[in-house]
């Protein structure tokens, strides 16, 4: 089982909320945990917006050291072009990153792991959801 951690949830691990980090440990025990590149690009984001971004970067580098980042593919942006699309046809708006996170999730046959409402909706087909926090 191959689970792609989005942005929220690595934010829940860093800040110990819920019981997000537990759940992250098991899953590592039992399968393959990963993260998108655009979630990365989504967490320096925060960092630079922060108080204070040296210690704050030093907290998500650390973080990260130990999830696998995967790129962004060719089968990705495939993914994302489809159901850009399709969603579009149907009246759904869903944001570029997130649609590319969520690509991301099916080019690699994983299951998302967010609490963003807008990919647990169940708009995507195809895209497997899981929500960790509680």
């Known amino acids: 089982m191959t689970w792609l951690v989005d942005t929220n949830i690595v934010a829940y691990v860093l800040n110990d909320a819920g019981s997000v980090r537990a759940r992250l440990n ?5 399968g393959r945990v990963v993260t998108s590149i655009i979630v990365v690009a989504e967490l320096m984001y925060g960092v630079e917006r ?10 998500v580098e650390r973080e990260l050291a130990s999830i696998e980042i995967v790129p962004l593919t060719l089968g990705a942006v495939t993914h994302f072009g489809r159901l850009k699309a399709q969603l579009r046809t149907r009246g759904i708006a869903k944001t570029d990153l997130d649609l590319l996170i969520a690509a991301s999730a099916l080019d690699l046959g994983a299951t998302l792991v967010t609490h963003d409402q807008a990919l647990l909706d169940g708009a995507i087909p195809g895209l497997a959801v899981e929500d960790w926090y509680e």
């Open 26 to 30: 098991d899953a590592s025990r039992v």
């Open 50 to 59: 922060s108080a204070r971004r040296d210690a704050n970067r030093g907290r």
